[in-house]
């Protein structure tokens, strides 16, 4: 973890989703800019497939279940 | 009254009003006065509501006069975040969408301390939505920017910011915020103040902002570790309105806490290396303070997850659930930050098999976390490894510091990985870096609080920062 993305995840809350977004902003200023969207959705891509590469067996299985 | 009330603890004002040094009224008139004075130097506050309270006020009078208490938060007046309901005004939620929406419920908590005589003054500005799409300005509020009492060239913290500026500029005596990964903490860290994270389901979330139902909590944020643990005691209990709530209470008892030279308390030796240089002398003093308290002393090291991954799919996720009619209305794209509403759209194309393999990765951190707590007690460590950034710089911006020379990632993940397991943790202030707060976290297991609480009075006992005051002379 770079000391950028320490930053962030310790900002509160959910501000882990736009490290994939480089473009330095002017704080304060609304950004008008079409590629927030693609990024948001390229950064959950990339945490998707993180997750999906993360090993996991069905032994786990048994800790997430509906309790009635 | 002298300024010196406004930086009282609560036991000390409360006793002051039970001797009738002065009235409720009193109090909460020169509370209101101060927060009306300062508050919008911060962007503290979000709604003042001082002709209630001062009628509140009137009637705790009242009691007290006839000598009906009610605890130790009797007549004292405290600010909510602005995602907690009070019924007939409104709840802004921080976002300019919710401006004007007013629900006809209030939240369980306000319920509960209006119950001890606990009197509510204002609420108390955030970041829009708790920054549930992922927000990068500090300027991420209806409110603007949340501003810090030790410099307002620097960010008070999110999403929590009005709540931890006010408490840290003396403008209430103790504030409710909520963190679902960081939002306590981190302002807590950044102004100078004491902050509790309860555990999941502890502290009812009937009336709160839902965000992420499965990681939202409702804390504290005060002077000291003692106030933290009296106000929690008011406001935690089980709830039928909240199908998170665990069915606990809990009893905020010092004189019964484990004595610290029982417990293990694990650090990391890495943790120094990912401070920056301002803030590294002051973290570095403060952990060998914390090694000291008394406890035995572990090194250990956090197990390793996709931290970041998970909580961004899983908060994600269900962020983008709980405000899809505000994303199909368009609205969204009224929020200040255009990152929250980008963020919040393309969470509703995150597919269902990753949000449940996130979960299923969730139960194993779970497992992890109970294999460690054998292991140890509590864990130490900074809560934020730098100071508050600058207002006008975005809160992802570059990496300021490039060349790290930390060996391991020490406990840089705390603060997702304890709300992904659902742990408490109290942030105690510890030191200054360029004149700007810094502060370590205690962490420990589920309803471990009282714990965590008997650390930080310790701590708090050997040092002096949670009692520093911002000058408030710019």
Redesign the interface.
């Known amino acids: ?19 994939a ?1 480089t473009t ?5 200023t ?4 079409p590629d ?2 693609q ?3 390229d ?2 891509r ?3 497939a ?3 590469a ?1 090993p ?1 067996d069905t032994a ?2 048994p ?2 279940q509906f309790k009635a | 009254m002298t300024d010196e009330i406004f930086y009282s603890p609560l036991t000390g004002l409360n006793e002051r009003l039970r001797k009738r040094e002065f009235s409720a009224v009193e109090l909460t008139r020169a509370f209101a006065e101060r927060l009306g004075k300062y508050g919008p130097r911060f962007n503290a506050v979000a709604l003042p509501l001082t002709e209630i309270a001062l009628r509140r006020a009137k009637e705790v009078d009242d009691d007290l006069k006839h000598d009906r208490f009610h605890g130790p938060l009797q007549g004292i007046s405290f600010g909510a975040k602005d995602m907690l309901s009070f019924a007939g005004h409104p709840t802004t939620w921080g976002a300019r969408p919710f401006a004007s929406q007013v629900f006809d419920e209030t939240a369980t908590v306000l319920q509960k301390l209006d119950k001890a005589g606990s009197v509510l003054l204002a609420k108390l500005s955030m ?1 829009e939505l ?10 991420a509020s209806l409110f ?2 949340g501003l810090n009492p030790w410099n307002p060239e620097r960010w008070s ?4 910011s009005g709540p931890a500026s006010a408490v840290a500029a003396g403008l209430v005596p103790f504030a409710l915020g909520s ?5 306590i ?3 807590s860290a950044c102004c100078g103040v004491t902050g509790l994270r309860p555990t999941y389901g502890l502290v009812s979330r009937h009336g709160a902002m839902p ?2 139902w499965t990681m939202d909590k409702i804390g504290t944020l005060c002077r000291n570790v003692e106030d933290c643990g009296i106000v929690l005691q008011a406001i935690a209990g089980s709830d039928s309105k909240d199908p998170g709530s665990a069915g606990k209470s809990f009893y905020y008892t010092p004189q019964y806490a484990r004595k610290l030279s029982d417990m293990t308390l694990g650090f990391s030796p890495d943790d120094p290396d ?1 401070a ?1 240089a301002e803030s590294r002398p002051a973290l570095e003093a403060a952990l060998r303070t914390a090694r000291d308290l008394g406890a035995k002393v572990l090194e250990v090291s956090l197990p390793e ?9 899983i ?2 996720t269900e ?1 983008g659930a709980a405000f899809e009619s505000l994303i199909a209305s368009g609205k969204v794209d009224e929020l ?4 929250q ?3 919040l ?3 509703l ?3 269902a098999k ?1 949000y ?6 969730r ?2 951190v ?2 992890k976390f109970r294999e460690l707590f054998t292991t140890v007690d509590v864990l130490v460590a900074p809560s ?3 100071v508050a ?1 600058k ?12 060349s ?1 020379k930390a060996k391991g ?1 020490g406990m ?2 705390l ?2 990985a304890g709300n992904l397991a659902g742990l408490p943790a109290l942030s105690v202030p510890c030191g200054f870096g360029g004149g700007l707060p810094l502060a370590l976290q205690f962490v420990g297991p589920a309803f471990s609080e009282n714990s965590l609480l008997a650390f930080g009075r310790e701590f708090q006992a050997r040092t002096d920062w949670h009692l520093r005051r911002p000058p408030l002379s710019f």
Do not use: C, H
Request: aromatic residues 6%; glycine residues 14%; neutral net charge.
């Open positions: 973890m770079t000391r950028r993305q320490l930053a962030v995840l310790a900002a509160g809350s959910a501000t882990t989703g736009l490290l977004l330095k902003a002017s704080a304060q609304p950004l008008v800019a927030y969207l990024a948001a959705r950064s959950k990339a945490a998707a993180e997750l999906a993360f996991l786990t299985e800790a997430f | 970041v708790a920054g549930g799409g992922g927000y990068r300005l500090a300027g603007g920017p913290g999110g999403s929590s963190e679902t990964s960081g939002s903490i981190s302002p965000l992420s990912w920056d997850f996709p931290w970041g991954s998970l909580t961004d799919i908060i994600g962020g200040a930050d255009p990152s509403a980008a963020g759209k393309a969470n194309g995150v597919l990753d449940l393999r996130a979960m299923r990765i139960s194993l779970k497992q934020r490894y730098n950034p207002v006008s710089e975005p809160l992802d911006g570059p990496d300021p510091f490039p790290g990632p840089t993940s603060i997702p």
